[in-house]
């Protein structure tokens, strides 16, 4: 059964070219799609749902004003996302480089993680400010800090000090926008995962979409390392 499905949510910014609105409009509705999409993976029964909101590289890229307004729109709809999920047991979890976050945005998504905590029917994991080789790095970093002998480090050693460890390893991700890469989103935990890309930009991502996305992935044989 597919237990986790990961959402990378790219071709935002081709959406707004398209359909000639300010840039600054597709955070907006992409930010607003993240609730459909929530329910759509509920009626599906999937236990695990992860977004990659923001990269590492993304945030640099980005001017101080767009980073801003990233920033804004997280801590004000924070609120909004924790009502719903609680109406539908949903627990908040965010993965993220704390030290960068504005501190408004941290503590609006520390307490939306607090309030949700005890919710059962499905994890939505949010990776924001995220990159899967800076996590890897931040994990060696933390496991250097135990004073265990490096030489003699496992993969399991690792992937116990990396803060999506407790999850389980994606079973299929989905990357909007027609990209056809992975870009390091769960690198280490995702060598057996299957992919499907979608010509779709994020803000048009449907149910449809999903259904399209699960059609594809029980039509596949997964042998995993075999």
Aim: proline residues 3%.
């Amino acid at each position: 059964m597919l237990q986790h499905i990961g959402l990378i949510m790219d071709g935002n910014r081709s959406w707004a070219r398209d359909n000639h609105l300010p840039q600054l409009e597709w955070h907006r509705r992409g930010y607003n799609n993240i609730e459909t999409i929530i329910d759509a993976c509920l009626e599906r029964n999937i236990a695990f749902v992860s977004f990659w909101a923001l990269s590492d590289d993304n945030i640099r890229e980005r001017s101080d004003i767009e980073v801003s307004y990233l920033f804004d729109l997280l801590t004000r709809g924070i609120a909004k996302l924790v009502e719903q999920s609680n109406a539908k047991n949903v627990r908040l979890y965010f993965v993220w480089d704390r030290i960068l976050l504005r501190s408004d945005c941290l503590d609006a998504l520390t307490i939306a993680e607090k309030e949700t905590e005890n919710n059962t029917l499905m994890t939505a994991i949010f990776a924001i400010w995220y990159g899967g080789q800076e996590e890897i790095a931040r994990a060696v970093c933390a496991l250097a800090r135990t004073g265990v002998d490096m030489t003699q480090i496992t993969q399991a050693d690792i992937l116990i000090y990396l803060e999506t460890s407790q999850f389980p390893p994606p079973d299929l991700i989905v990357r909007t926008g027609w990209h056809v890469r992975h870009s390091g989103y769960f690198l280490y935990q995702s060598p057996y995962a299957e992919y499907y890309f979608s010509s779709h930009n994020w803000p048009d991502f449907s149910p449809e979409d999903i259904d399209l996305a699960l059609g594809s992935y029980s039509s596949r044989v997964r042998k995993f390392w075999k």
